[in-house]
Nanobody, 119 residues
């Protein structure tokens, strides 16, 4: 069955960096678009970034220029490089197998990895 396992979350200082990873299994990774979403305490889950099978990317305005999504087909792994982190980036970050940027576009979710940005 489809499995998405995230890692790489943790505590970072404002202005710092983290890289999230998501190892995928149970489907043909290179054929599908993948994305990252996040949910902050008391807020709705929101789109962060997406990459399609050909490598075309899209980002939420709030992270554009700071976050980079990438994929490695040989390793069946999705990445999110997060630079210039801000306290408002604090959230539970989810990897997703998704056809778009809306929550209803998501076919499968990972379990999430916590990112906390604080001094």
């Amino acid at each position: 069955q489809v499995q998405l396992v995230e890692s790489g979350g943790g505590l970072a200082q404002p202005g710092g960096s983290l890289r999230l990873s998501c190892v995928a299994s149970g489907f043909i990774f290179n054929n599908d678009a993948m994305g990252w979403f996040r949910q902050a305490p008391g807020k709705e889950r929101e789109f962060v970034a997406r990459i399609d099978w050909s490598g075309i990317t899209s980002y939420a305005d709030s992270v554009k220029g700071r976050f980079t999504i990438a994929r490695d087909g040989a390793k069946q792994t999705l990445y999110l490089q997060m630079n210039s982190l801000k306290p408002e980036d604090t959230a539970l970050y989810y990897c997703a197998k998704t056809t778009g940027s809306r929550l209803i576009d998501v076919d499968y979710w990972g379990q999430g990895t916590q990112v906390t940005v604080s001094s």
